[in-house]
């Protein structure tokens, strides 16, 4: 079973929750998906593992 991963978008408020989503593949998709649409910056969450990547508008950074 994959696991969940929730994706936030950070406003000047702190993080802002967009979604939740099934596989670290589909959560990095639906973030740059989202970006495009509403561009800034965005980050992957675990709950086990904590942040695993983050989006700007430039690129898609992966968290070792």
């Given amino acids: 079973m ?9 406003t000047s408020d702190g993080p802002l929750w ?5 596989g670290l593949e589909r959560a990095k998709e639906q973030m740059a998906r989202v970006a495009l ?5 965005y980050f992957i ?3 086990e593992e904590g ?3 983050k ?3 430039e690129f ?3 968290i070792p």
């Fill in 51 to 53: 942040v695993i990547a």
């Fill in 18 to 22: 967009v979604e939740a989503v099934t």
């Fill in 45 to 47: 969450y675990s709950q």
């Fill in 2 to 10: 994959d696991s969940i991963f929730d994706i936030f978008k950070v």
């Fill in 60 to 62: 898609l950074e992966e």
């Fill in 55 to 57: 989006q700007t508008q």
């Fill in 37 to 41: 649409s509403s561009p800034g910056e």
